[in-house]
T-cell receptor, first 110, second 117 residues
Framework: DAKTTQPPSMDCAEGRAANLPCNHS???????VYWYRQIHSQGPQYIIH???NNETNEMASLIITEDRKSSTLILPHATLRDTAVYYC???????????FGKGTKLSVKP | GAVVSQHPSRVICKSGTSVKIECRSL??????MFWYRQFPKQSLMLMAT?????????EQGVEKDKFLINHASLTLSTLTVTSAHPEDSSFYIC?????????????FGSGTQLSVL
């Protein structure tokens, strides 16, 4: 059980903002929200993470709702290279590993 | 960010042979590394946890005698697929846990595509 729900796929026009939603209604108070992405045939790449405050880095912004039951990853100006599967993760396994769900396949189109 | 190097990126082998995959943390020490497997159009599934200086912990359903893991140093873990068969063909990905500031993150290698003929 990945504890997150994401749409299976989304399209975005090149140059526009990509807003990827994630539902994590059963998140615990001390669980962080992590976002990774996986470009085809590569290993996952860390994007951003947060606990309850909104976060921004050079790659993306993370908006977490006040009740922490959902979040949105924002890629401000999507490019073709942002086409990937995006994983929202809140759950760590007993070994300290990340547990991946099915993610959202984002297709950025010209 | 931290860098995890994984080699080889792609390997094709005959059925019955063994294949070794290396995973190195280049700029940090990793007491724990993880090995995932990913079949086409599916998500990553944890196979085993590799701890430096001790035996690996395998997930249910993963044969420890078939997937040998060695974590002999703080920067290197290896996965050996012994007597590989076509059903072992998959994308294998390693990751290492690193602490940056107050939080921990997992960093991933680039993956190894194994094709067993």
């Amino acid at each position: 059980d990945a504890k997150t729900t994401q749409p299976p796929s989304m399209d975005c026009a090149e140059g526009r903002a990509a807003n990827l939603p994630c539902n994590h209604s059963t998140i615990s108070g001390n669980e962080y929200v992590y976002w990774y992405r996986q470009i085809h045939s590569q290993g996952p790449q860390y994007i951003i993470h947060g606990l309850k405050n909104n976060e921004t880095n050079e790659m993306a912004s993370l908006i977490i709702t006040e009740d922490r039951k959902s979040s949105t990853l924002i890629l401000p100006h999507a490019t073709l290279r942002d086409t990937a599967v995006y994983y929202c993760i809140v759950r760590w396994g007993s070994q300290g590993n990340l547990i991946f769900g099915k993610g959202t396949k984002l297709s950025v189109k010209p | 960010g931290a860098v995890v190097s994984q080699h080889p990126s792609r390997v094709i082998c005959k059925s019955g042979t063994s294949v070794k995959i290396e995973c190195r943390s280049l700029d940090f020490q990793a007491t724990t590394m993880f090995w995932y497997r990913q079949f086409p159009k599916q998500s990553l599934m944890l196979m085993a946890t590799s701890n430096e200086g001790s035996k690996a912990t395998y997930e249910q359903g993963v044969e420890k005698d078939k997937f040998l893991i060695n974590h002999a140093s703080l920067t290197l873990s290896t996965l050996t697929v012994t007597s590989a068969h076509p059903e072992d063909s998959s994308f294998y990905i390693c990751s290492a846990r690193a602490r940056q500031g107050p939080n921990e993150k997992l960093f991933f290698g680039s993956g190894t595509q194994l094709s067993v003929l």
